[in-house]
């Protein structure tokens, strides 16, 4: 089992960057293919972007697609998301999400995760 905890939400104008974090702790980290989704009020939970568990193969949604990076650190058990160019429509709480371990492929569906972290909030202002 794994646990997630996301930080580097924040309240920023459009244009603006934020880099978010999603540190892991419990199994190993290499164990899991990670991903991003993100929720606006009312909205649905929606997929950012994936990554597989040595970081070889990432996936993005249009939305993200040129402005968004997803990477990550095993030795630190960690995965980011930066965040570029954003804008309001951007404003959402982001989750870190893990696949079982038993998983390989990149998912994008919320129901191919088994893991969630609690979410840090975005917000852009026009």
């Known amino acids: 089992q794994v646990q997630l905890v996301e930080s580097g939400g924040g309240v920023v104008q459009a244009g603006a960057s934020l880099r978010l974090s999603c540190e892991a702790s419990?199994?190993?980290?290499?164990?899991?293919?990670t991903g991003w989704f993100r929720q606006a009020p009312g909205r649905e939970r929606e997929f950012v972007a994936a990554i597989t568990k040595n970081g070889d193969s990432k996936h993005y949604a249009d939305s993200a697609k040129g402005r968004f990076t997803i990477s990550r650190d095993n030795a630190k058990n960690t995965v980011y998301l930066q965040l570029n160019t954003l804008k309001p429509e951007d404003t959402a709480v982001y989750h870190c999400?893990?696949?079982?371990?038993?998983?390989?492929?990149?998912?994008?569906?919320?129901?191919?995760?088994?893991?969630w972290g609690q979410g840090t909030q975005v917000t852009v202002s026009a």
């Open positions: 419990g199994r190993t980290f290499t164990s899991y293919v």
């Open positions: 999400a893990a696949r079982g371990s038993i998983f390989w492929s990149l998912g994008t569906h919320s129901d191919d995760y088994l893991y």
